[in-house]
């Protein structure tokens, strides 16, 4: 008699949303936790002169500028679509192939920041140049760590990529008191903060995706890769753009004490998107997986909903309650001028947290003629920088029409152009 095999029962669409509910939740907690250890650092300004807080938000812009979120993204894309179609060894292919290309890239870096030393510390006004070099492996950390942050998200393995995110912040708060409250090495201890939580990070990252890099690499398609992996790139890095490149042009616009105000505003609006990041960053290898394997998913709607609700709930909250917030975490010496700056930038971001939504949408199934639109968008808004930048609310609200384009780009593209799948 021949045995009977028993297959598993696939699973409904309740258990999917179940298990996207608890994954976001997690990461919900992960996120918030993390962020609010990344932002406990900034209480660290009452103790540092203006100056060297505003080196220290500099420092802080570099790193948030490197395409990092294009990076993960591109990773947990051919990670989930890797697994969904059994291609382990390519995927250890392209992993290894990765890490070997940043860390050569990354010298070169190393050898033009070396050469133009004296130029970049005049431009930025750095006065202690250990805090250059101490940057220098934070760049190649902040490459490495969404790296495997991406293999994580395409594995979708929350459990260790909220704990990489909850101790990044624990280790960046940790080192960097010590440095500043014992020491007082202010703008390099913070910076050295930055190191050790990305380091820790990076390792409860590695650990959990040995699998998938340690097996023998096989061979893959260039080209075909490629066509997925250019325009994932492109559109994410857009995004990471409009995220952070007002912060590098009120450094060498303004005074110390000016751009200091601002990444205080800047670093307590864009925390709206600890709440809502994490919806997003779970949907993205589920569309992933599901397009690979043919199936359908609602799970855009819910997430757009939710998104909407507390990037909405985030800025009325930042209104309301925001002096109150950077009288404790920065000093009663910035809430005069957060006043003025929060209510602006609160309301900034949330645009920016709706399109995420979208654009993950539409980047996870491979509808890539967005990336143009988005291109072109950076333009403008990189021109519209240059020329509106008077003041730092003129900033702010250059950034804000900028985001509403934005987000009327993705929505044009999700529900008003018929799309053709690469």
């Known amino acids: 008699m021949p045995a009977q095999v028993v297959e598993s029962a696939p699973v409904t669409a309740a ?40 080196q220290f938000g500099a420092f802080l812009s570099v790193a948030m500028f490197i395409p990092a979120m294009p990076l993960q993204m591109v990773l947990a894309e051919q990670t989930a679509r890797a697994r969904a179609l059994h291609r382990e060894h390519e995927l250890s292919g392209l992993i290894r192939a990765t890490w070997l290309g940043t860390f050569l890239i990354w010298l070169v870096v190393v050898g033009v920041v070396l050469l133009f030393q004296s130029s970049i ?5 750095i006065t202690n140049p250990a805090a250059l070099w101490l940057t220098l492996p934070v760049l190649l950390f902040t490459v490495w760590l969404p790296m495997f942050s991406g293999i994580l998200q395409g594995q979708q393995n929350f459990l260790w990529l909220g704990w990489s995110q909850m101790s990044q ?10 440095a500043v409250l014992v020491l007082h090495y202010y703008a390099p201890g913070m910076v050295l903060g930055i190191l050790a939580g990305l380091s820790i990070a990076l390792v409860l990252a590695i650990w959990p995706t040995r699998s998938l890099w340690l097996p023998s690499p096989q061979s893959f398609e260039w080209r075909s890769l490629l066509r997925q992996i250019i ?17 590098m042009l009120v450094r060498g616009c303004f005074s110390d004490a000016d751009s200091a105000f601002y990444v205080s505003a800047g670093t307590l ?11 997003a960053t779970v949907m993205f290898p589920k ?12 799970l855009m709607s819910v997430v757009l909903l939710g998104t909407v609700i507390l990037a909405a709930g985030g800025a009325i909250g930042l209104c309301v309650l925001g002096p109150w917030v950077v009288g404790i975490v920065f000093g009663e010496t910035f809430v005069k001028a957060d006043a003025v700056l929060l209510p602006w930038y609160a309301w900034a971001v949330v645009p920016l947290a709706v399109a995420n939504v979208l654009l993950n949408n539409l980047l996870a199934r491979s509808l890539f003629k967005v990336v143009p639109a988005l291109c072109v968008l950076v ?9 509106f930048h008077d003041t730092p609310v003129m900033v702010i609200k250059t950034l804000g029409v900028c985001n509403v384009l934005l987000l009327a780009v993705c929505a044009f593209y999700t529900w008003g152009v018929k799309q053709s799948k690469v």
């Open 15 to 54: 258990g999917h949303r179940a298990s996207f509910f608890r994954q976001s939740g997690w990461m919900m907690i992960a996120t918030v936790a993390g962020g609010m250890f990344m932002t406990a650092v900034h209480v660290l300004s009452h103790a540092m002169p203006k100056g060297d807080y505003g």
């Open 121 to 125: 510390m005049a431009q930025w006004k």
């Open 169 to 178: 912040g624990v280790g960046r708060l940790a080192v960097a008191a010590f």
């Open 231 to 247: 325009p994932l790139t492109l559109g994410f890095g857009a995004y990471q753009f409009m995220l952070t490149a007002d912060t």
């Open 269 to 279: 609006s864009r925390a709206s998107m600890w709440l809502v990041g994490p919806l």
């Open 287 to 298: 569309i992933v997986h599901a397009k690979a394997k043919a199936e359908k998913s609602d």
């Open 379 to 387: 333009v403008v808004y990189t021109l519209a920088l240059t020329q």
